[in-house]
């Protein structure tokens, strides 16, 4: 509408009634209308303002009186009421001098206002006076961007906030909603679509009330005061003042407690950075179906030994008689190197062992070799490196001995020169029962490392916090219980229902690797313990099924091998550290996300019901004369039976492959006749025939010696290089098979550097410092 636009019914709030009386000239109108109070005046001027697209501000305003309840004026915000002069006003003024004023007054109602005034009788107590001459546009974009915006508007952005959007987040989605209604007017309004100094307030006032001050004893009063929104949650908050920690244990967490592994290993690491005030954040996982969950997440103000023990001491006592699966403690803590920390765990957990990381521990072996510092030539560090390395990775005790025996003996020339090396070793040696592999066995269920807890750090700095810093410790324990909760549920929900296919292909891989055993090799002890066969010299390795763990290299540590696997494959045995393929494992993934909510089991049955019901009918023990019965029985067993799954597979004694072959060797016999066969082609086949040692890698051989030749004739089919060539080829030229490029390259092309790898062993051999993860807080 226009500056000089007239008003009608319309125009007036349709949640009042409304009469008007008189029409001067000038823009002068007199309205009869049911206003009773302060409240409703106000809300009246609101909605007409939103339907004339105009704003009002109070001019002045009067109590009650002898002869009214109340009275209110108001002008136009473009008005020159407590603005400066538009001449002196640096910025955009809004000052219009603009005369368009309402005045409101709510009369008595009494029985002498009823005789003289027949709109009182009726109601219409209010009377109200309007100049509607501005001296501005209104229905422009100009006009229509400084009006003042709505409360409905900011109630939405309030749910914004809320929801997790930041300003500028919150401004873009709004804008994308009204985008979408394709109203361009609606856009241009402010008290539809606001600006961002509005949002920014009210993005201030928001945070200020649902989470306090940045700093100072109010961040402890509001903490306090949403506990109990916490607890109707089912999430457990628990808070010490001083020294300041919290502990976090969302509904997740407290179901973690319950998994199998939380009372045999659990990770520990800390990482900070993640707030204005750099609290200290520790978080506790344990490893599981999809590969570790945290039990608590704890934060501190710092790392000392004082911060560290007050945090566990509460954590353990928010964990109370249920924690770490009833056992209040677990067997092992897998850590970094930190001594205030490892303290903090001994004095508040003393019955469990502490292990460090083998990554941390080979980290920072290499980073003490490149300390300038120490002055270890640079050719000298991958040598002196490999001596620990070897001292780490023994198999056995005697073993690992031996090699620090060299490591540290003065005869060699390397050792000689550097006593520094002898005497940091001597002190790392002195703790060789927690980092030394040699002394660990299954109870580590094969996790030598805390990456688990390093991948923990990645997504709660990336995804919970998205790389910015929180406001403050209460915004910490929100997104904690909010954004990083409902990340791990629906990690877990897409194992459960069957999109993670990582577990069964290295199932299949153990599959493929057991093709050199037959069920007549395996021989079935007292106490659940097997007999399996080496595949390359034949020594017999024993699988305890109970245990899950072999004697092999990678078995005794609780690594499933492919010696377990063979138990699995041929008796249809589960084993506890077996790759969680089975419905039951989905299932127990389900109730960890879901709770009482999980849908029953016959949900996460595989596709192959009947199978998978076979292998569920097992239990994890069974005697040495049940399977003795198995055997002479023929392995009876259907489930997973491999002599009954890998039909596709070539047998050694069938008569379809004893056939086939002989099409190959007639074949390769017309071939020489016809064609003939130099010697040095024959010397190279031989000689890779000769390698063939065992039946899987005979599999291979058969499989792969045709590799540059296609199996079928395609249009465009690659002719490929010589392997050598594309050694000697300069950079930025392709290292596969296509056409080279031809013609001068622009001199202005820049090769692209990779960043290093953050790999410890590929910069040991390239002899170069070893890329750091995330930051260097961490």
Same mark, same amino acid.
């Given at each position: 509408?226009?500056?000089?636009?007239?008003?009608?019914?319309?125009?007036?709030?349709?949640?009042?009634?409304?009469?008007?009386?008189?029409?001067?000239?000038?823009?002068?109108?007199?309205?009869?209308?049911?206003?009773?109070?302060?409240?409703?005046?106000?809300?009246?001027?609101?909605?007409?303002?939103?339907?004339?697209?105009?704003?009002?501000?109070?001019?002045?305003?009067?109590?009650?009186?002898?002869?009214?309840?109340?009275?209110?004026?108001?002008?136009?915000?473009?008005?020159?009421?407590?603005?400066?002069?538009?001449?002196?006003?640096?910025?955009?003024?809004?000052?219009?001098?603009?005369?368009?004023?309402?005045?409101?007054?709510?009369?008595?109602?009494?029985?002498?206002?009823?005789?003289?005034?027949?709109?009182?009788?009726?109601?219409?107590?209010?009377?109200?006076?309007?100049?509607?001459?501005?001296?501005?546009?209104?229905?422009?974009?100009?006009?229509?961007?400084?009006?003042?915006?709505?409360?409905?508007?900011?109630?939405?952005?309030?749910?914004?906030?809320?929801?997790?959007?930041?300003?500028?987040?919150?401004?873009?989605?709004?804008?994308?909603?009204?985008?979408?209604?394709?109203?361009?007017?609606?856009?241009?309004?402010?008290?539809?679509?606001?600006?961002?100094?509005?949002?920014?307030?009210?993005?201030?006032?928001?945070?200020?009330?649902?989470?306090?001050?940045?700093?100072?004893?109010?961040?402890?009063?509001?903490?306090?005061?949403?506990?109990?929104?916490?607890?109707?949650?089912?999430?457990?908050?628990?808070?010490?003042?001083?020294?300041?920690?919290?502990?976090?244990?969302?509904?997740?967490?407290?179901?973690?407690?319950?998994?199998?592994?939380?009372?045999?290993?659990?990770?520990?690491?800390?990482?900070?950075?993640?707030?204005?005030?750099?609290?200290?954040?520790?978080?506790?996982?344990?490893?599981?179906?999809?590969?570790?969950?945290?039990?608590?997440?704890?934060?501190?103000?710092?790392?000392?030994?004082?911060?560290?023990?007050?945090?566990?001491?509460?954590?353990?006592?928010?964990?109370?008689?249920?924690?770490?699966?009833?056992?209040?403690?677990?067997?092992?803590?897998?850590?970094?190197?930190?001594?205030?920390?490892?303290?903090?765990?001994?004095?508040?957990?003393?019955?469990?062992?502490?292990?460090?990381?083998?990554?941390?521990?080979?980290?920072?072996?290499?980073?003490?070799?490149?300390?300038?510092?120490?002055?270890?030539?640079?050719?000298?560090?991958?040598?002196?490196?490999?001596?620990?390395?070897?001292?780490?990775?023994?198999?056995?005790?005697?073993?690992?001995?031996?090699?620090?025996?060299?490591?540290?003996?003065?005869?060699?020339?390397?050792?000689?020169?550097?006593?520094?090396?002898?005497?940091?070793?001597?002190?790392?040696?002195?703790?060789?029962?927690?980092?030394?592999?040699?002394?660990?066995?299954?109870?580590?269920?094969?996790?030598?490392?805390?990456?688990?807890?390093?991948?923990?750090?990645?997504?709660?700095?990336?995804?919970?916090?998205?790389?910015?810093?929180?406001?403050?410790?209460?915004?910490?324990?929100?997104?904690?219980?909010?954004?990083?909760?409902?990340?791990?549920?629906?990690?877990?929900?897409?194992?459960?229902?069957?999109?993670?296919?990582?577990?069964?292909?290295?199932?299949?891989?153990?599959?493929?690797?057991?093709?050199?055993?037959?069920?007549?090799?395996?021989?079935? &002890?007292?106490? /659940?313990?097997?007999? +399996?066969? =080496?595949?390359?010299?034949?020594?017999?390795?024993?699988?305890? $099924? @109970?245990?899950?763990?072999?004697?092999?290299?990678?078995?005794?540590?609780?690594?499933?091998?492919?010696?377990?696997?063979?138990?699995?494959?041929?008796?249809?045995?589960?084993?506890?550290?077996?790759?969680?393929?089975?419905?039951?494992?989905?299932?127990?993934?389900?109730?960890?996300?879901?709770?009482?909510?999980?849908?029953?089991?016959?949900?996460?049955?595989?596709?192959?019901?009947?199978?998978?019901?076979? &292998?569920?009918? /097992?239990?994890?023990? +069974?005697? =040495?004369?049940?399977?003795?019965?198995?055997?002479?029985?023929? $392995? @009876?067993?259907?489930?997973?039976?491999?002599?009954?799954?890998?039909?596709?597979?070539?047998?050694?004694?069938?008569?379809?492959?004893?056939?086939?072959?002989?099409?190959?060797?007639?074949?390769?016999?017309?071939?020489?006749?016809?064609?003939?066969?130099?010697?040095?082609?024959?010397?190279?086949?031989?000689?890779?025939?000769?390698?063939?040692?065992?039946?899987?890698?005979?599999?291979?051989?058969?499989?792969?010696?045709?590799?540059?030749?296609?199996?079928?004739?395609?249009?465009?089919?690659?002719?490929?290089?010589?392997?050598?060539?594309?050694?000697?080829?300069?950079?930025?030229?392709?290292?596969?098979?296509?056409?080279?490029?031809?013609?001068?390259?622009?001199?202005?092309?820049?090769?692209?550097?990779?960043?290093?790898?953050?790999?410890?062993?590929?910069?040991?051999?390239?002899?170069?410092?070893?890329?750091?993860?995330?930051?260097?807080?961490?």
């Amino acid at each position: 509408m226009e500056s000089s636009s007239y008003l009608n019914l319309s125009n007036l709030p349709t949640s009042f009634v409304n009469k008007i009386l008189d029409i001067s000239s000038g823009n002068n109108y007199t309205l009869r209308s049911n206003i009773l109070n302060f409240e409703q005046c106000d809300k009246w001027v609101n909605e007409f303002s939103s339907l004339t697209s105009t704003s009002w501000i109070v001019r002045s305003s009067n109590k009650i009186s002898e002869r009214f309840v109340c009275r209110k004026d108001y002008v136009c915000h473009h008005s020159s009421f407590k603005k400066v002069d538009k001449d002196k006003n640096l910025k955009k003024s809004k000052n219009m001098s603009c005369p368009a004023k309402i005045s409101i007054k709510v009369k008595k109602t009494t029985t002498d206002t009823v005789k003289k005034d027949k709109y009182v009788k009726e109601g219409l107590v209010a009377e109200i006076h309007i100049f509607f001459q501005h001296s501005h546009t209104i229905n422009t974009a100009e006009a229509l961007g400084n009006l003042r915006s709505s409360e409905e508007t900011r109630k939405l952005f309030e749910c914004y906030f809320s929801d997790g959007h930041g300003i500028t987040e919150a401004i873009m989605y709004h804008e994308g909603k009204l985008e979408l209604e394709g109203n361009e007017i609606a856009i241009a309004n402010a008290s539809l679509n606001p600006k961002y100094r509005t949002v920014q307030h009210w993005h201030d006032t928001w945070r200020q009330n649902n989470l306090g001050p940045r700093i100072g004893i109010g961040v402890l009063e509001k903490l306090k005061s949403k506990m109990s929104s916490y607890e109707n949650n089912g999430i457990k908050v628990m808070i010490n003042e001083d020294p300041f920690s919290v502990v976090i244990c969302t509904p997740l967490m407290q179901r973690a407690h319950s998994l199998s592994y939380s009372k045999d290993i659990v990770f520990v690491d800390s990482t900070a950075s993640c707030d204005a005030h750099n609290h200290s954040i520790t978080f506790m996982l344990t490893p599981c179906a999809v590969g570790a969950v945290p039990l608590a997440v704890i934060i501190t103000k710092g790392q000392s030994f004082v911060d560290y023990e007050n945090g566990f001491k509460l954590a353990q006592k928010c964990f109370g008689i249920d924690g770490f699966g009833g056992q209040q403690f677990p067997k092992i803590f897998i850590t970094d190197d930190s001594k205030a920390e490892r303290e903090a765990l001994k004095v508040v957990w003393p019955q469990s062992k502490q292990l460090l990381c083998r990554f941390h521990v080979s980290q920072a072996i290499w980073r003490w070799l490149w300390n300038s510092e120490n002055n270890i030539d640079k050719s000298d560090r991958p040598i002196l490196y490999n001596y620990f390395s070897k001292m780490l990775t023994a198999p056995t005790a005697e073993m690992a001995i031996n090699a620090y025996l060299i490591a540290i003996d003065i005869s060699n020339e390397y050792v000689l020169k550097y006593p520094n090396w002898v005497k940091y070793l001597n002190s790392y040696w002195s703790r060789k029962e927690i980092w030394c592999l040699s002394f660990r066995n299954y109870e580590t269920h094969g996790h030598q490392t805390n990456n688990f807890s390093e991948v923990c750090v990645r997504i709660y700095k990336d995804i919970v916090l998205s790389r910015n810093k929180a406001y403050n410790v209460i915004s910490l324990i929100d997104f904690t219980c909010t954004v990083m909760e409902q990340y791990y549920i629906r990690r877990i929900r897409k194992f459960c229902n069957g999109r993670c296919n990582i577990a069964r292909l290295f199932l299949n891989t153990i599959k493929r690797k057991i093709g050199y055993l037959a069920v007549e090799n395996i021989k079935s &002890l007292d106490n /659940n313990i097997f007999d +399996v066969p =080496s595949e390359k010299t034949g020594e017999m390795y024993e699988v305890n $099924i @109970s245990l899950g763990c072999c004697t092999c290299e990678k078995g005794r540590l609780g690594s499933f091998c492919k010696h377990q696997g063979a138990v699995y494959f041929f008796y249809g045995q589960k084993l506890p550290n077996m790759p969680p393929v089975t419905p039951e494992s989905r299932h127990s993934m389900a109730i960890l996300a879901f709770g009482e909510n999980a849908l029953p089991i016959s949900f996460y049955e595989s596709l192959e019901c009947n199978l998978s019901n076979d &292998l569920n009918e /097992n239990k994890n023990t +069974v005697n =040495s004369n049940e399977y003795q019965n198995v055997q002479n029985n023929s $392995i @009876s067993i259907n489930t997973y039976d491999i002599t009954d799954n890998m039909d596709s597979e070539a047998k050694i004694n069938s008569t379809t492959s004893a056939t086939k072959f002989k099409e190959i060797i007639d074949l390769m016999t017309e071939h020489h006749n016809k064609f003939g066969s130099s010697t040095d082609a024959l010397h190279t086949y031989l000689k890779k025939l000769t390698n063939v040692k065992t039946r899987t890698s005979w599999e291979t051989f058969l499989s792969t010696k045709g590799k540059q030749i296609p199996l079928r004739h395609v249009s465009k089919a690659k002719i490929h290089v010589q392997p050598t060539s594309i050694s000697r080829r300069r950079l930025e030229v392709t290292r596969g098979s296509k056409r080279l490029a031809v013609g001068r390259p622009p001199s202005n092309e820049k090769v692209k550097k990779n960043k290093r790898q953050r790999c410890l062993q590929i910069n040991v051999k390239m002899n170069q410092p070893n890329a750091k993860s995330h930051g260097t807080s961490h």
